[in-house]
């Protein structure tokens, strides 16, 4: 086994019994199970892990979580591959390989870094200043800044992995399991209360599993959360969820949670599981005990690989044990960071000294740091790192009085890792995900949770609400789960809440946002903010200095907090400094909302198996398999799946919708028209609802016969259309578009609930009740004939626009004589679970006449050739009934109707409006584009003055030639004039006529 | 009188009979099955008028529900709350023919309506210690048993349809209603999803 030169010989939370290989850039390493991709990298002295965004700096660790800015990471191979993943997050597995990213050729010789020599050159806003002027020569440039920009590289292949989605639900949702978030889990479990609790790391404890020292009820830190997870395991309304990040919180307590269910198997062990998990979870209360993220100190040439948060080196030297043998130089503000110096030590890395910005600390940490030996330089900063590829010492130096300069002559420390803390920033993100605002702690320095939004019910709980004692942090979460269990009416007992004796107090922290150097920041060394995109304190200087002074500008201006970290190490410094140069208040310089998500999530998890054949449902006929058997080519008509044609072997849809469409005006043919709306309406008041929703009058519609109507909406435009027949004197049968059916069925009922909720009226949707297919044709009748003998069929007893109730093949029907192509037709209703029995009884009995089904192609054509509309195709909800000539549909002894006083506005009334018209090309065999725009008179270019377009466009073979329909203003009195249509290299001139081409008398409807 | 085989379910071309046959009842995690030709008729009228109530039951024998989302059962039909003024009277197959002219005869003179709608949707059963399983991965509504159970019924979207979802025991076991040209989707999609906590076809 190849040796892992920093890993210490004990302890820690990994398994060294369970050594894992993995390649990090080709490179053969070797961690152990329980390790991140960082722990191991660092066990194995491996520093140098990425190149910064804009200059290409050789960047290291800065962090051990969700944070993490630089130790981005390409993970995985071909299709699997994923970029920008932070290795502080991705568990290590055998077999694991790794890639750095933003490097050409190699991390160590980065051509790139040729941006860092010139980078007085490229301050903030250079892009927007340089290539955005002249404003169309970004066209040009943007090819080559893109190929530059970006860090890792996307999979070009399908995705072969599964997710998964689910909804759940529960009293409360507990986000973060740290000392916090798992006191109250077992308060609220031990009630009975649904609890579900997540955390994004892959065990449960939170900060717990990086301490050394801490007790809680008498056990060690990580024995106490052994034995709360125990707990809590056994209860059977709690659910642990580890490995899973809330990344959004929505309104009503409605938050999403990543689980990342395989990941850490890699590729091959999860093949039965899926990869990921999204939640989707509605909580009564949500407790956000997501913790504090350290924030940085900002000195010279802090990127430097070395360069790390103190807590991050506590997390390595105590829970993964990989940090032996190093050699560090703490600076700090605050007490928490001598912990570090306090464990690191203990874990064998040599403290050569903590530099404490404050000029005389004295509290416990500090003094039992001292008394270990370690020496402790306060008043003093960091002024500089040596080291390129690599930290390997620094510079340090008194400050001056005021804390703003640094004085006298420079001390050099050798060493390998420089540690910085700053203070701690709470986790306030899902907070402010809820648009609560979140406010300034002086106390702290730092943002903490404000009020919650109503309608929102949530808690901030420890570190994210900036109590980061541990003994608090214990004493709220219990409060929180009994708590909030108490007012979800749970009464069982929560028990005890834990408790941890001898907490050392410790002195307040001292702010310092930037850390002064021996040169003018800007000069010499960088002082970084934020490290993923580069932006530096001079960066956040030039801003103010050319007025971007609001945080939304200085964001915009610098892209600081806009890398996929969303700044989470990077916010409150770059604030603090803006405040400091406008000389205000921190938290008048604005604060930044938080978004989801909060750490990057996968497309995979959205759409779990809603991909290809589920991406949308596809509502198919009871007649569909029939279909599929018979060669029919599909059309999506919204979600159905509908037969637009059937091509026999060898034909071409010129061909087959040819065949079909002559077939009608010759034999017999059938289609399915089964999904139509239809909307049973029974009461007294059905009659008079009709005449409202309706133009025409329908009082003396008499029982047993149908009627065409025409829906308006309330601005006097077509809005839907169909037949409706009368069943009795109260009970009524509307059939609607395909398209329209939802929206008729609402448009009804919003009518009747809100304006007319007296009128005594039911609406109930049939469209499924009854499948559909109607026979076209002169044959038509003859057919029917041969299979019914309760239905008289001849034009007396079954008149046009009636229907009759009998059988057909034997099976119940209702059959209406109505008519969607001028032909002799009868639309056949049935049960869906007869219609393939009657539809094959028609195929057979029909194929003597050579019974043709036909498609919604063939259908559209037959339906153009007699000028009838559709609605949506000819009419776009700016169309009236005159504009479609159908005047004759508007009942003129009605008083009222929906949309009738629209129709009497100046502009509706317009003599000029678009017309619906035909259209005949000279040449009868150019078919004309739908859509197609047609001008009066031709210009040699655009523009033109477009007087209308073509709505619907076919050939026809009964007429032997190209019909179109079209929209055109004045059109009714434009009959006979030329219109031309401009195309891409040519123009076609077509003739204006009335918008209907064949049976022009109307006489074939009795076959 | 048509002839049974020539009446088809709406699913019947998945062949759910023979695989029913295959067994793997006893170890299954979820049984999903069709329920088909169940007998399904809109009722709509005014729950506060005892002459609609008493017509329901003399020809049901059900009393009407009026509590929000709970079924009454008596015998072999079941009444379904959809709303405040609607309800499914449901039952075995081929009863409309005898219940919707029963039903309107007994709502003479009332503001009431009757419609049959038996053959707009088929039912999709599911049963088993995995079914909240399942359908938490369609259906948004909290399905614990504290919660929602047996008698109890939701107009909810599951997947990407629309469905009724009634629970009729504790196994658990429920019923979906579903529009028959959604059925083909919804089956597909919840069996695929029913796969990974151990399928069998119900009878």
Same mark, same amino acid.
């Given at each position: 086994m190849t040796a892992q030169k920093n890993r210490l010989g004990q302890g820690g939370r990994i398994d060294r019994t369970k050594p894992l290989r993995f390649t990090f850039d080709g490179k053969i390493y070797y961690g152990y199970q329980g390790d991140t991709l960082a722990s191991a990298l660092l066990a194995n002295g491996v520093t140098l892990v990425g190149r910064s965004f804009k200059y290409h700096r050789p960047r290291g660790i800065l962090s051990a979580g969700a944070e993490e800015p630089n130790a981005l990471i390409q993970l995985g191979l071909g299709d699997r591959t994923e970029p920008n993943l932070r290795a502080t997050q991705i568990e290590l597995y055998d077999g694991l390989v790794a890639e750095s990213q933003n490097r050409w050729p190699s991390l160590t010789t980065d051509f790139g870094a040729a941006n860092s020599v010139i980078q007085k050159f490229i301050p903030s806003g250079f892009y927007y200043k340089t290539f955005m002027w002249p404003a169309k020569a970004w066209m040009f440039y943007e090819k080559f800044i893109r190929q530059a920009a970006g860090l890792g590289k996307g999979p070009t292949e399908q995705d072969p992995d599964r997710y998964d989605k689910l909804y759940a639900s529960c009293d409360l949702l507990i986000i973060g399991a740290g000392p916090s978030g798992l006191a109250t889990a077992l308060a609220a479990g031990r009630t009975g209360a649904r609890v579900i609790l997540v955390d994004e790391q892959q065990e449960l404890g939170g900060s717990l599993l990086s301490e050394r020292t801490a007790e809680i009820d008498g056990k060690a830190a990580a024995d106490w959360v052994a034995a709360a997870v125990a707990e809590l395991t056994a209860m059977p309304d709690v659910t642990l969820l580890s490995r899973t990040v809330a990344w959004a919180y929505y309104d009503h307590n409605s938050v999403s949670l990543m689980e990342r269910v395989t990941d850490h198997l890699g590729p091959v062990a999860g093949a039965n599981q899926p990869r990921q998990r999204l939640w989707r979870v509605r909580a009564k209360e949500v407790i956000? =005990?997501?913790?504090?993220?350290?924030?940085?100190?900002?000195?010279? +040439? %802090? #990127?430097?690989?070395?360069?790390?948060?103190?807590? =991050? =080196?506590?997390?390595? =030297?105590?829970?993964?044990?990989?940090?032996?043998?190093?050699r560090a130089v703490i600076m700090t503000n605050n007490d928490g960071a001598y912990r570090t110096a306090l464990d690191l030590t203990d874990a064998g890395v040599t403290v050569f000294a903590v530099v404490d910005l404050r000029s005389n600390p004295q509290g416990e940490l500090v003094k039992a740091a001292r008394a270990k030996g370690i020496e402790i330089i306060a008043g003093h900063a960091i002024t500089g790192v040596k080291g390129k590829l690599a930290v390997t010492g620094v510079d340090v130096m008194p400050l001056t009085a005021d804390g703003k300069g640094v004085t006298s002559a420079s001390r050099h420390i050798h060493c390998d890792l420089v540690l910085s803390s700053g203070g701690w920033q709470p986790t306030v993100h899902l907070h402010s995900q809820t648009r609560a605002k979140v406010v300034w702690s002086d106390d702290i320095q730092a943002f903490v949770p404000g009020d919650k939004l109503p309608g929102q019910n949530n808690r901030s709980i420890g570190g994210a609400h900036g109590v980061f004692r541990l003994a608090d942090c214990l004493a709220e979460g219990h409060a929180a789960g009994s708590e909030g269990a108490a007012k979800l009416g749970f009464g069982g007992q929560s028990g005890q809440a834990p408790t941890v004796s001898d907490e050392p107090a410790e002195e307040a922290l001292l702010p310092v946002w930037i850390v002064p150097s021996d040169k003018p920041v800007g000069q010499g060394g960088k002082h970084f903010v934020d490290y993923q995109n580069d932006v530096t304190a001079a960066d956040v200087m030039l801003a103010h200095r050319e007025g971007y002074r609001s945080v939304e500008h200085l964001k915009r201006y610098t892209t600081m907090g806009m890398a996929t970290d969303q700044g989470k190490t990077s916010n409150v410094n770059a604030l603090a400094i803006m405040a400091g140069l406008r000389n205000v208040e921190i938290p008048s310089v604005g604060t930044t909302t938080f978004r989801p998500p909060y750490t990057p999530v996968t497309l995979g998890t959205f759409s779990g198996i809603d991909k290809g054949d589920f991406l949308d449902p596809i509502r198919k006929t009871a007649m569909h398999q029939w279909h599929e058997q018979h060669g029919a080519v599909f059309e999506c008509v919204g979600q159905w799946h509908r037969p637009y044609y059937y091509p026999k072997p060898g034909e071409s849809m010129h061909d087959a919708v040819n065949r079909e469409v002559k077939a009608a005006r010759t034999g017999v043919t059938i289609v399915d028209a089964t999904t139509l709306g239809k909307i049973d309406i029974q009461g007294p008041d059905a009659a008079w609802f009709l005449n409202m929703v309706y133009t025409n009058a329908w009082t003396k519609l008499e029982p047993g016969r149908c009627r065409y109507g025409l829906m308006l909406g309330e601005d006097g435009m077509v809005f839907d259309d169909g037949v409706t027949s009368r069943i009795s004197e109260n009970h009524f049968h509307m059939t609607t578009t395909t398209g329209g059916a939802p929206r008729v069925m609402s448009w009804l009922e919003e009518w009747h609930q809100c304006e007319w909720p007296d009128k005594k009226v039911y609406f109930t949707s049939v469209t499924e009740q009854w499948s559909v297919m109607a026979l076209n044709g002169p044959l038509s009748r003859k057919l029917l004939e041969e299979l019914t003998t309760d239905i008289p069929l001849d034009d007396d007893s079954f008149p046009f626009m009636s229907f009759k109730d009998g059988h057909l093949a034997g099976?119940?029907?209702?059959?209406?004589?109505?008519?969607?192509?001028?032909?002799? @037709?009868?639309?056949? %209703?049935?049960?869906?679970s007869h219609a393939l029995h009657i539809w094959r009884a028609l195929m057979q009995a029909g194929e003597k006449y050579d019974i043709t089904p036909y498609g919604t192609e063939a259908m559209h054509v037959l339906? @153009?050739?007699?000028?009838? *509309? *559709? &609605?949506?195709?000819?009419? #776009?909800?700016?169309?009236?009934?005159?504009?479609?000539?159908?005047?004759?549909?508007? @009942?003129?002894?009605?008083? +009222?109707?929906?949309?009738?006083?629209?129709?009497?506005?100046? #502009?509706?009334?317009?003599?000029?409006?678009?017309?619906? &018209?035909?259209?005949?090309? #000279?040449?009868? %065999?150019? &078919?004309?584009?739908?859509?197609g725009q047609i001008v009066a008179h031709v210009k040699d270019k655009p523009p033109m003055d477009m007087i209308g377009h073509v709505t619907s466009s076919y050939y026809s073979p009964n007429c032997n030639r190209s019909i179109a329909l079209a929209l055109v203003k004045n059109g009714r009195n434009r009959m006979g004039e030329t219109v031309y249509l401009p195309y891409e290299g040519k123009v076609i001139p077509a003739r204006i006529t009335e918008p209907k081409f064949f049976d022009l008398e109307g006489k074939r409807i009795n076959g | 009188m048509v002839e049974a085989y020539q009446r088809r379910s709406a699913l019947n071309h998945f062949g759910l009979a023979a695989r029913a046959n295959q067994g793997g009842h006893a170890t299954a995690g979820v049984i999903l099955g069709e329920s088909a030709h169940r007998t399904i008729i809109n009722i709509r009228g005014d729950a506060n008028d005892a002459a609609f109530t008493n017509a329901v039951k003399s020809v049901t024998g059900v009393d009407v529900p009026t509590k929000a989302n709970t079924v009454n059962k008596a015998g072999e039909v079941s009444i379904l709350w959809l709303g405040p003024d609607e309800w499914w009277v449901v039952t075995t197959p081929d009863r409309s023919d005898e219940l919707v002219p029963a039903l309107r005869q007994a709502f003479q003179g009332q503001h009431a309506a009757v419609i049959d709608v038996s053959e707009s949707r088929t039912v999709i059963t599911i049963s088993g210690a995995k079914a909240r399983d399942v359908l938490a991965r369609g259906i948004s509504l909290d399905l614990h048993p504290q919660v929602f159970g047996p008698g109890q019924c939701a107009q909810t979207g599951m997947s990407k349809c629309?469905?009724?979802?009634?629970?009729?025991?504790?196994?658990?076991?429920?019923?979906?209603?579903?529009?028959?040209?959604?059925?083909d989707y919804l089956w597909q999609w919840t069996e695929k999803i029913a796969t990974n906590f151990g399928l069998a076809i119900g009878a």
């Open positions: 956000l =005990a997501t913790g504090a993220i350290e924030r940085p100190l900002v000195y010279s +040439d %802090n #990127d430097r690989p070395g360069c790390m948060l103190a807590s =991050a =080196a506590r997390t390595y =030297a105590n829970r993964y044990g990989s940090m032996r043998g190093q099976v119940p029907v209702r059959i209406f004589r109505i008519s969607f192509t001028g032909e002799l @037709a009868f639309e056949v %209703n049935c049960k869906p339906r @153009a050739e007699k000028g009838f *509309i *559709i &609605v949506g195709q000819e009419t #776009d909800g700016t169309i009236t009934p005159y504009d479609l000539g159908m005047g004759w549909i508007m @009942a003129k002894s009605k008083t +009222d109707f929906l949309g009738r006083r629209s129709l009497t506005r100046e #502009d509706t009334k317009r003599p000029d409006r678009k017309h619906l &018209v035909g259209l005949l090309t #000279d040449n009868p %065999n150019e &078919v004309l584009l739908e859509g | 629309n469905v009724l979802l009634h629970q009729t025991d504790d196994k658990p076991s429920y019923d979906i209603y579903v529009l028959k040209s959604f059925s």
